[in-house]
């Protein structure tokens, strides 16, 4: 090391093996770069293995086969990681609407069965979910439309041609009962469009319960009493003790509450009315409807028939064990509290015309079943 002096007094260069300053800086600097550029190749790396490891969400798969126009179908769909959550099924129409026809919550499977109403403008089906690795998924496929033969493809397009004139009536509550028959001749009338009306009026209807009315009713009249009580009591009750005065109001307000509670869960339990499906045949033409009173089928009686979650209630022949094959049905759905009806219900319909693609859900059991709706109508041939 050699040390250099200055020629002043008491003043030193130092140089040696460490350079002089502008040399040390210079070296200092080129390491700080040298970090920069390693700290940078570094951070590159790790982002290059991240992206390198990130697992993607492999595309899902919908196989539908051939779908049936008017009807129920199902489809199978897969994925290869497989499928878990929420998932839904939507139809794209021809105009480019799209409705929501199938949703169900499942755990981990590696393929799902989806149910869904095809109507005769349907074009496409969506599906939209979650993967086993919680990656959203979806896939979209075209519609094929079922043609087997020409004897089948003749009876398809005759369905479609019925169901496709056939119009909906404006649905409304009315008041009162539903009629326990109805003649033929007068389903008959001016056409099934007429019948379909006449049905909607006076046939599926749900009997109003007096239950909750009455309990309403009374309940009304105890909370008009209390009241008029209760200010009498105020106008003639000397108040001495403080205590005394905010006490009791608590109670009466206490006592209040808990009968208007309990009213309120009576009137609701009584006044629940179980889910319902409604059936009655119409006949194809005035024709038939004359030729149907002539052999003698003067009237459709009513008859209901508790189904589990639902009540079926049909206006048809006693006589008859089962209606006709091809024979035109006008039916109604009621289910507002929850999803009662399944879709197995519709089973002996070979064709189905609803007024408005219905929603299909599952159940804990995964059985398809009509979501809850305050009433749906359709029209269904007979198998």
Not at 39 to 63: M, Q, S, Y
Not at 175 to 186: D, H
Not at 276 to 284: H, Q, S, T, W
Not at 353 to 379: C, E, I, R
């Amino acid at each position: 090391m050699n040390w250099n002096v200055g020629s002043g007094p008491g003043k030193k260069s130092m140089t040696g093996i460490f350079g002089t300053e502008p040399q040390r800086v210079r070296v200092k600097k080129g390491k700080r770069e040298n970090k920069i550029i390693k700290v940078g190749i570094l951070v590159c790396a790790v982002l290059a293995g991240g992206f390198a490891g990130t697992v993607h969400a492999a595309p899902a798969v919908i196989d539908t086969g051939t779908t049936r126009m008017f009807a129920f179908n199902e489809a199978v769909v897969s994925s290869r990681n497989g499928l878990m959550g929420t998932a839904t099924l939507s139809g794209t129409s021809i105009d480019g609407a799209r409705v929501p026809l199938f949703e169900t919550t499942v755990g981990y499977v590696e393929t799902l069965s989806v149910t869904y109403y095809a109507w005769p403008e349907l074009a496409a089906l969506t599906f939209e979910g979650t993967d086993g690795a919680g990656l959203a998924i979806s896939a979209t496929v075209q519609v094929r439309r079922a043609v087997s033969s020409a004897e089948g493809e003749a009876r398809i397009d005759k369905d479609a041609e019925v169901l496709a004139a056939l119009g909906f009536p404006f649905r409304h509550q009315p008041p009162g009962t539903p009629r326990l028959s109805i003649s033929w001749a007068e389903l008959a009338g001016d056409g099934p469009e007429q019948a379909a009306r006449m049905a909607v009026n006076e046939l599926f209807i749900t009997s109003r319960r007096p239950a909750p009315l009455i309990i309403l009713t009374l309940w009304t009249a105890v909370v008009v009493v209390a009241v008029l009580l209760w200010r009498r009591q105020q106008v003639e009750q000397v108040v001495t003790a403080a205590s005394h005065k905010y006490r009791q109001p608590t109670l009466v307000l206490t006592v209040f509450l808990c009968l208007a509670g309990a009213a309120t869960a009576m009137a609701f339990v009584l006044g629940t009315a179980p889910a319902e499906l409604f059936a009655v045949a119409i006949p194809a033409d005035q024709a038939d409807g004359l030729r149907g009173a002539d052999a003698g089928s003067a009237g459709l009686v009513r008859q209901a028939t508790g189904q589990g979650s639902y009540r079926s209630v049909s206006w048809s022949h006693p006589e008859e064990s089962g209606a006709g094959a091809g024979q035109l049905w006008f039916i109604g759905i009621r289910s507002p509290q929850s999803a009662a009806v399944p879709v197995s219900a519709f089973s002996v319909y070979r064709r189905l015309s609803f007024k408005y693609p219905p929603l299909v859900v599952t159940t804990a059991d995964g059985q398809a079943m009509l979501a809850p709706a305050p009433f749906m109508l359709a029209w269904g041939l007979h198998e």
